[in-house]
């Protein structure tokens, strides 16, 4: 049964750093695409980015490219998203997805707020 | 950036029921779109890919067509169980982008 699951997220202030991951199982991770989407609370859905299988090539959305970072550990199975500079607008429930979307884990939610 | 306008934002209806969502994408995606479903308190679930294709495991009920501009998700013999939120993804262009979502209430 394909597994992810996130973890890293809290409450955080404006400007701090925060890692996100993101632990799968259930199918070989070192095959696939991995993805970051993110919901705000008002239930908008963004596209944060992806990363090849290999690690070797990622996409972002313009928006974040300055202060979002996306990376893979593939013997340890886990993606990873490091957020810097974070905003107010940051604050949404992060999902990480196999490819474009194909399965979701369970979302960790990121607040920030002084 | 792609956009993908969708509609209508909720709709009501019943059991048995048949009903239709939208997306319009502000240019040509082809085929690569996929639609999504997501139940109260729950994380998303893919129920179409490449416009047309259901992910594994979904009911026939749910069926996606469309090509180009212009995309449709149409639930056939709606149940209970279909109370969600609706969204559709293109994925043809970088950045992805998501439709605003479709609210489904049951009577």
């Known amino acids: 049964e394909v597994q992810l699951v996130e973890s890293g997220g809290g409450l955080v202030q404006p400007g701090a750093s925060l890692k996100l991951s993101c632990v799968a199982s259930?199918?070989?991770?070192?095959?696939?695409?991995m993805s970051w989407v993110r919901q705000t609370p008002g239930k908008t859905m963004e596209w944060i980015g992806d990363i090849k299988y290999d690690g070797s090539y990622t996409n972002y959305a313009p928006s974040l490219k300055n202060r979002f970072t996306i990376s893979r550990d593939n013997a340890k199975s886990t993606l990873y998203l490091q957020m810097s500079n974070v905003r107010s607008e940051d604050t949404a429930t992060y999902y990480c997805t196999i490819t474009k979307g194909a399965y979701w884990g369970q979302g960790t939610l990121v607040t920030v707020s002084s | 950036d792609t956009v993908m306008t969708q509609s209508p934002a909720s709709m009501s209806t019943s059991v048995g029921e048949r009903v239709t969502v939208n997306c319009k994408a502000s240019q040509s995606v082809g085929t690569v779109v996929a639609w999504f479903q997501q139940k109260p308190g729950q994380s998303p679930k893919r129920l179409i890919y490449?416009?047309?294709n259901r992910h594994t495991g979904v009911p026939d009920r749910f069926t996606g067509s469309g090509f180009g501009r212009d995309f449709t998700l149409t639930i056939s013999n709606v149940e209970a169980e279909d109370l969600a939120v609706y969204y559709c993804?293109?994925?043809?262009?970088?950045?992805?982008?998501f439709g605003s979502g479709t609210k489904l209430e049951i009577k």
């Open positions: 259930g199918f070989t991770f070192s095959d696939y695409w």
């Open positions: 993804l293109q994925y043809d262009s970088i950045p992805l982008t």
């Open positions: 490449l416009a047309t």
